[in-house]
C-alpha cells in the first residue's frame, strides 16, 4: 500500500490522445484517459494480461508520438450495463525518454496553471 501513496504523488491529468498498444500478440487500437509522468491509463478492445509488458504509442496533438515501454497494473471493463465491450487499462512506465519525460512534464503543467 505504501507504494500506491509514492506513485501517486505524481500529477496526473485527464487528456484524450489516440493511443496504440503494441504486444507480442499484435497492435491494438486505444485512446488515453489520464497521463502522468509515471504512467497512463487508457479505453482499448484488447486487455493485455496483467504484469505483461508492452510498448505504448501516445499520440498528442501536433506533436510526434510519446513512445514508452509500459506495464500493465490494472484493468477493469468500462461500465459494463452499455455493453461497450472497452477496458481501462492502468499503466506503468519502464522506460520514456527525457523529452517525452519532459513533455508530459510542461503538459501538466500547463493544464494545472489553467485550472487554477
Not at 65 to 83: C, D, F, G, T, Y
Not at 93 to 102: C, R, T, V, W
Amino acid at each position: 500500500m505504501i507504494y500506491q501513496r509514492e506513485r501517486r504523488r505524481f500529477e496526473r491529468i485527464e487528456v484524450t490522445w489516440p493511443t496504440t498498444i503494441i504486444t507480442s500478440d499484435g497492435q491494438f487500437a486505444g485512446e488515453t484517459k489520464s497521463l502522468s509522468q509515471v504512467g497512463a491509463s487508457f479505453y482499448c478492445r484488447e486487455m493485455p494480461p496483467i504484469g505483461q509488458e508492452f510498448r505504448l504509442e501516445i499520440q498528442p496533438p501536433s506533436r510526434q508520438p510519446i513512445l514508452v515501454s509500459a506495464k500493465s497494473i490494472w484493468a477493469m471493463e468500462q461500465v459494463p450495463l452499455e455493453n461497450s465491450g472497452l477496458f481501462i487499462i492502468g499503466a506503468e512506465f519502464e522506460y520514456i525518454s527525457e523529452a517525452d519525460l519532459q513533455f508530459i512534464g510542461k503538459v501538466i503543467a500547463h493544464e494545472k496553471s489553467q485550472g487554477e
